[in-house]
Each structure stands twice: as structure tokens, then as C-alpha cells.
């Protein structure tokens, strides 16, 4: 069961919570192995090496075999977390995780750190902003954006638990905890962080999250209540709670960090269409145009995912009500 | 190797490429020329080499066999169902609705198969993936993985050309088909491989080139690689199409359909003749 935590903490770096949270579990299981393509470090730190030189294999600059390597070592028994940079685990590795990976029915752990804009500065390059658009449409794939720690934990530690390929997006920030330490989560089941009459905003991941319960409080001040949900996993994505909240509010704003094509803001569409719901909606998120070189703080307001702008999103889709 | 040996791996071989051809031409599609060129490394793994048991093909103390250029499924089907992993009939279903045995092998379906494989360049990266899992457990299985000259062009073979010797396994061995042609032309006409052999030593592999119709050859290659300490890659000198004179090395023998398939069944008979004849 889900506990929101009552108090303001400032939570750690989600990739933080990734690391130490795969140590914890590789210490319990001898089937855990970490895979890398050189980019380890950048969320281990020297930690996992350190601890268990044997597994983990960091095999250098080949994303293709980064993915397909920890399906044949799935193949064996064992439970490989093979990690990279979110646009190399997406764009870089598509046809390995598709083929390698899902098709093939292996039981992998891909990890993309540092998506959407959370990778700020390494510029445009590096910017992940499809890779949910990429990985969603492959079947049998379990996409999980843990929004903080204590859902990172749950998440790194029901993958391991679990029979298949999960895409794990993990933020390379950490905002404010929302969850309890003892909080449960359930795949397929998002979560409802503020409850609100007038409209519902269906958020993912640690920063755009914020950013939604901020916009909230700016909604709050002009007199509208909102409600506010971390849908927690992409696929399966919570239809019925969807559903639920449309017609309870009777308008609906997706915020992600990610491209508004593609990703949550169209499977909540999708959810939306098919179930005759009609109503207004508004997308937040990185529209049709190629990341930059810029603080994430900086990239949010020149994409247009502040707090004001889903707060406007809000207003929007508000005023569209029939 | 002994007389009586050699004898039955023939007869194997044989009877891999009549039961090849016979599938595929009847179900009137089919990859028939890298199916032909890689019979004899079938043979010689699955007739003298690996350890497997039809009866449990997913039995612990197997080895491993990764089919990376996944489009010759019909020559693996075809010596596993000789072996007795599923009934001989059943190779008559291939490439039909509802089939175990697809066009590209895939170890979903079909009893035997350790790994799927089709687009090209990852059933060799996935094959070192396995032979690394067993490593860390300290299993002494062997992993074979067969690539294509043509998939040698995908980048993600030299990542595993790479990786394999810096990973220190040796439990591992590459077998090249090294048949000179792909599907669109012949291999050093669309970017060659150049001294294949000598490419492997330089990685850090042990490396050797073999008659790949040679079965003895095969099995001492094999045999000298294992004896080493480090992974084996054998290029195997092939002739695409080979065992159906009529198709051998000429172009266009990548995949036949339909009316393609005219003479193969001349090409069978002589193939049961040759059979029968050992």
C-alpha cells in the first residue's frame, strides 16, 4: 500500500538510490550482475566494482553488446542490470532490446539514466527524449519512472523479483521524497499524491513531478483544485484510474519529461479516446524540437514545463469543459 | 578421427541437407544456400562434439549452440530433429502458421534452440553474453556461436570480437561461414573481409581457417581450440549452395522461392544415392 510521507525531505539523487539499491539486493543474491558501457561511474561511483569485482562487467563503449550480452547472460540464470545513459539504452540499443532482449523472451534490466532534460548540460546529444517513445511499443516490456528514492528502491528490487524485460528512467536528480520508507507500490498502478475536484494532472518522474505539485499550489492560490498523480509505470499504464479521474474532473494534463510524442501524454490520450471519455486534455513536456546545452532549470522554461505553464495547461483544459 | 566416425558424420551430413532441401523446397521458400554451406559444422557439433540430450534440451550440463545468422535455421532443424528433439515429420511445417520451426531460429519455440537470432550481429553478442554467465558461475559448458561472412559486416561483431579475449573466455567459439556471398552479391564485391584469420589473431583470438566441407578438419580445429587458453574462432572456407551442384556459388542462391526450387528433386535423390552408397 502506498504511504505518502507527510513531512519535507530533501530526497537523494535517484541514480544514487539505483546504485546502492542493486549493492543491497547483489549482496542478498549471487545471481545479480551489473552490466556497463562505461558510463558506471557516473552512478556507482567505484562502489559496485569494489564490492564485487566478479560481477560487475563494465565492457567498454558497445551499447548493441551492453544489451544483447545481458541477454545471453540471462540466458544462464543470472539477473543482469545493464546500464547506460537513457538515449544510448533507447535510440542506441532499439533493435537489441526489441530483439535480444523482449523477443527473445531474456530476462533483462535496462536502466537509462539522466533522461529528458535531467542531462542538461551534456547538451542536445545526450538528451533522452524518446526513449519512452521507443521502448513503449515493445511488447511484454514493463517501463517503470520511479518519481523517488523509496519508489526507486521498490522498483530496482520487484525487476530483479520479476521474470522479464524492465526499462527502468532514472533521474539524476532528487527533489523532495514523496513516499514513505515503507511504502508499497503495485506495476500497473499509479499514484495519487493530491486529491483535487477541477482538473488532474497525471505527472512522471522526480523533477516534473515537483514541478505538478508546485503548479498545484499556483492553481490552489486561483481558487481551482487540482489533483495530482504519479502514474509511477508507463506500461502498464493505469487505465482504470484514468479513466476514473477524467470523469471525476473532467480534465486531464499529462507532464513529463520527455517528448509530448510518444510518451505518457500520448498513452494517456490513447486511454482517454478509447474510452469515450471526451475530455479536454493538455500535454506538458518537450515538444517537436531537439534538446540543448542549458541547466535543467534553465530547459525547463525554454520548453515550457514550468510550474506556471501546467498551471496554464490547467486553466486551459478547465475552460474547455463542456 | 577414426574410420567409423567419419563414416556416420557423412551420413549425418547427408541426411542434414536431403532433410534441408526437402523442407524447404516443399514449403517453397526457404534459405537455401547458407543452410547448405553450414551443414558441416552442424554435423560435426551435433554428431561429435557438443554435449546435449534430446530428451532435456534444456538439461544443465549442455553446451550451447547460438545459430547467429538465424536464417539457416532449416540446416539446425533439420540435425536436431535427426537427433530426435522433436519428430522428422514436423520439419515439413516450417515457415507455416502457427509453426516451432520459423524462418529464423528462435529459442521460444523450438526444442533445442538455445538462442534466438535473426537480425544479424547479436546472436554472436548474445552467445558471448551466455558463455559469460557461465564463467561467473563457474560451469564448464562449452558456447558455440556460427556467424555469416555477410553479418562479419555488422559492427556489433567486432564489439564482440573485442570483448571476448579482454573478458578472458574460453569457453567460447566462433565458427565463420566464411561463404563468399551475401544476400545482394558476393562478399568481397560489397566490402570484404579481407584475412579473416589473421583479423580474429590480431583481436586476441585463437585463430585457424579450415576446409568447412571437411568434416575431420572441423572437429580438429575444434578440438585445437578448446586445447587453448583463450577464445577460438574458425574460419571455415565454404561454398554457398554446397551439395546442390546445380546452385553452388552462383548468385541469387541466398533464399529460393517457388519455381527456384526446379531439379531439387534430382538434387535429393543423388544426395540418397551418396547416402546410401556409405
Known sequence: ?322 | MEANTLNELKKFALDIRIETLNMISKHGFGHMGGSLSVADAITVLYGNQMKYDPENPKWDGRDYLVLSKGHCGPALYSALAIKGFFPREELLTINKLGTRLPSHVDKNLTPGIDMTAGSLGQGVSCALGIALGLKLQNKPNMVYAIIGDGEAQEGQVWETMLIAPNRGVKNFIVLLDNNKQQLDEFTEHISSLGDIRRKAEDFGWYALTVDGHDLSAIDEAIEKCKAEDKPGFINMETVKGKGWPDKEAILGNHALRGAAFAGVDEAIDNLRKELAAI
Not at chain 1, 562502489?47 to 565492457?59: A, G, I, S, T, W
Not at chain 1, 551492453?66 to 542490470?81: E, H, K, R, Y
Not at chain 1, 539522466?114 to 527524449?129: K, L, R
Request: charged share 25%.
Open chain 1, 1 to 322: 500500500m502506498v504511504k505518502l510521507i507527510n513531512e519535507k525531505i530533501k530526497d537523494i539523487e535517484l541514480t544514487k538510490a539505483y546504485s546502492e539499491q542493486l549493492i543491497a539486493l547483489a549482496k542478498e543474491n549471487a545471481m545479480i550482475v551489473d552490466l556497463e558501457a562505461d558510463v558506471g561511474n557516473c552512478i556507482f561511483g567505484p562502489e559496485f566494482q569494489k564490492v564485487f569485482p566478479e560481477r560487475y562487467l563494465d565492457l567498454g563503449i558497445c551499447e548493441q553488446s551492453l544489451s544483447s550480452i545481458s541477454a545471453g547472460i540471462s540466458a544462464t540464470g543470472m539477473i543482469p542490470f545493464c546500464h547506460t545513459f537513457a538515449a544510448f539504452a533507447s535510440r542506441r540499443m532499439c533493435d537489441q532490446n526489441y530483439i535480444s532482449c523482449a523477443y527473445a523472451k531474456n530476462n533483462v534490466k535496462i536502466v537509462g539514466s539522466g533522461p529528458g532534460i535531467s542531462s542538461g548540460e551534456n547538451g542536445g546529444t545526450h538528451h533522452a527524449n524518446e526513449d519512452i517513445a521507443l521502448m513503449r511499443p515493445i511488447t511484454d516490456i514493463t517501463i517503470i519512472e520511479p518519481a523517488d528514492s523509496v519508489a526507486m528502491r521498490w522498483a530496482v528490487k520487484k525487476a530483479a523479483a520479476t521474470f522479464g524485460v524492465f526499462y527502468i528512467r532514472a533521474e539524476r536528480y532528487g527533489q523532495e521524497r514523496l513516499y514513505e520508507d515503507d511504502s508499497g507500490f503495485e506495476i500497473g498502478k499509479a499514484n495519487v499524491l493530491r486529491e483535487g475536484n477541477d482538473v488532474t494532472i497525471i505527472a512522471e518522474g522526480n523533477l516534473m513531478i515537483k514541478a505538478s505539485l508546485d503548479a498545484a499550489d499556483i492553481l490552489t492560490a486561483k481558487g481551482v483544485s487540482a489533483c495530482v498523480i504519479d502514474i509511477f509505470t508507463i506500461k502498464p499504464i493505469d487505465e482504470e484510474m484514468i479513466i476514473q479521474y477524467a470523469k471525476e474532473t473532467g480534465a486531464i494534463v499529462t507532464v513529463e519529461n520527455h517528448s509530448i510524442t510518444g510518451g505518457l501524454g500520448s498513452a494517456v490520450a490513447e486511454v482517454l479516446c478509447e474510452s469515450f471519455c471526451g475530455v479536454p486534455m493538455k500535454r506538458i513536456g518537450i515538444p517537436n524540437r531537439f534538446g540543448e546545452v542549458a541547466q535543467p532549470e534553465e530547459l525547463q522554461k525554454v520548453m515550457h514545463m514550468t510550474p506556471e505553464d501546467i498551471a496554464e495547461a490547467a486553466m486551459s483544459g478547465i475552460a474547455g469543459k463542456k
